[in-house]
Antibody
Framework: EVQLVESGGGLVQPGASLKLSCVAS????????MSWVRQTPGKTMEWIGD????????NYAPSLKNRFTISRDNAKSTLYLQMSNVRSEDTATYYC????????????WGQGVMVTVSS | NIVLTQSPATLSVTPGESVSLSCRASQSISTSIHWYQQKSNESPRLLIK???QSISGIPSRFSGSGSGTDFTLSINRVESEDFSIYYCQQSYSSLFTFGSGTKLEIK
């Protein structure tokens, strides 16, 4: 059974940094591109970016490229999202997703982790 | 960015009715559209890929159609478990975008 389990969320002050993790199981992690997607409290869905199966290439939404970094550790079957200089508009539920076919659709989603940016 | 406009925002129906949800793209995207269902307090689930291709484990009452700019998700005889939010997502551009969703609620 495919499982994606995120962690690392919580309450963070504006301007701070935060790193989210996603542990994958039930499939060969190193065979798949992976993405992060977030959903605001108003239910708006936004794709953040993705990373190639071997970690050699990343692609980001232009609006987030300068503050967010995606990485992975295939030995640990873990995906990461490093968030820096966070803003109130980054308040959202963050989902780790598997790309069923690279750059097309998201066939598995984690349970999501909430990030709240507030002073 | 390719903008996806979903309509209606909310659809109120009685169980047993059949419904169609619309997703319109701001430019032609061939069949690069995918549909997701999100039940309350759950993660989204992939329903349909490439506009009309079925997904293993998804009930056959869900179907998709369309190409170019206009796409439709159809639910044949809505069941109680179908009351959720439905999103479309495009992959024509490498900047993936989602529609704003259609909430299917019980009348």
């Amino acid at each position: 059974e495919v499982q994606l389990v995120e962690s690392g969320g919580g309450l963070v002050q504006p301007g701070a940094s935060l790193k989210l993790s996603c542990v994958a199981s039930g499939f060969t992690f190193s065979d798949y591109w992976m993405s992060w997607v977030r959903q605001t409290p108003g239910k708006t869905m936004e794709w953040i970016g993705d990373i190639k199966y071997d970690g050699s290439y990343t692609n980001y939404a232009p609006s987030l490229k300068n503050r967010f970094t995606i990485s992975r550790d295939n030995a640990k079957s873990t995906l990461y999202l490093q968030m820096s200089n966070v803003r109130s508009e980054d308040t959202a539920t963050y989902y780790c997703t598997r790309e069923g076919t690279r750059g097309v659709f998201f066939d598995y989603w984690g349970q999501g982790v909430m990030v709240t940016v507030s002073s | 960015n390719i903008v996806l406009t979903q309509s209606p925002a909310t659809l109120s129906v009685t169980p047993g009715e059949s419904v169609s949800l619309s997703c319109r793209a701001s430019q032609s995207i061939s069949t690069s559209i995918h549909w997701y269902q999100q039940k309350s307090n759950e993660s989204p689930r992939l329903l349909i890929k490439y506009a009309s291709q079925s997904i293993s484990g998804i009930p056959s009452r869900f179907s998709g159609s369309g190409s170019g700019t206009d796409f439709t998700l159809s639910i044949n005889r809505v069941e109680s478990e179908d009351f959720s939010i439905y999103y479309c997502q495009q992959s024509y551009s490498s900047l993936f975008t989602f529609g704003s969703g259609t909430k299917l609620e019980i009348k």
